[in-house]
């Protein structure tokens, strides 16, 4: 069984169909895969581009015949380093977390080096600044690292599995994709949507 397939019949009813027929308000109260949002964008004529709750929004408004948010402004291809690249190498703007900055962090760093939320958001945020900044905002960083966060409202499966494995401590991987596919079959408790 795949993410896109539905699971359950509830006493609220089942998810529907996800086409042009369904209101704003119906559209809100289920669970939608990304894939799924897409499509229903492209049958609708909807820009698909930008995250997944702008993409919701629109097709809501749509849905409901309201005028569309504006969709984001899609990113400019910009130059991106190439090897070789060095501590003194500086940031551009625009620089994406590229498999060219991960090979030098690792040498950097070492083999536990990932892009986590703390170095995506030097090296978008820091254009102009070093690649041993960026080392040094690593080093730094690891305590906040360390930490336990709230995973992001748009990573849904994420956030779920993650409560779900605290809930069920000897639980099986198959048990938690079990019990998602149960979960979002059913309509997005009130208020959250």
């Not at 896109?4 to 809100?28: K, M, V």
């Not at 948010?69 to 910009?78: G, L, Q, S, V, W």
């Not at 995506?120 to 820091?126: D, K, L, S």
Request: hydrophobic fraction near 40%.
């Amino acid at each position: 069984m795949n993410e896109n397939q539905n699971t359950s019949t509830t006493a609220a009813g089942s998810r529907p169909p996800l086409t042009a027929a369904l209101t704003g308000a119906e559209l809100l109260r289920w669970y939608w895969t990304l894939d799924e949002l897409t499509g229903l964008a492209r049958t609708m004529g909807v820009a698909r581009h930008g995250g997944k709750a702008a993409l919701t929004a629109r097709l809501a408004a749509a849905l409901d015949g309201l005028p569309l948010p504006p969709a984001p402004a899609r990113r400019r291809a910009t130059a991106q380093l190439a090897e070789p690249v060095d501590h003194d190498t500086v940031i551009p703007p625009g620089q994406r977390c590229s498999q060219v900055l991960r090979r030098y962090f690792v040498e950097a760093i070492g083999p536990g080096f990932h892009f986590d939320s703390f170095m995506r958001a030097f090296i978008a945020g820091h254009p102009g600044r070093t690649l041993a900044d960026a080392v040094a905002h690593w080093h730094a960083t690891r305590p906040d690292a360390a930490r336990p966060r709230e995973i992001a409202e748009q990573f849904e499966f994420n956030r779920f599995t993650s409560a779900w494995h605290r809930q069920n401590p000897g639980g099986t991987r198959a048990g938690a994709r079990e019990a998602w596919y149960a979960h979002r079959a059913l309509p997005k408790p009130t208020g959250e949507a």
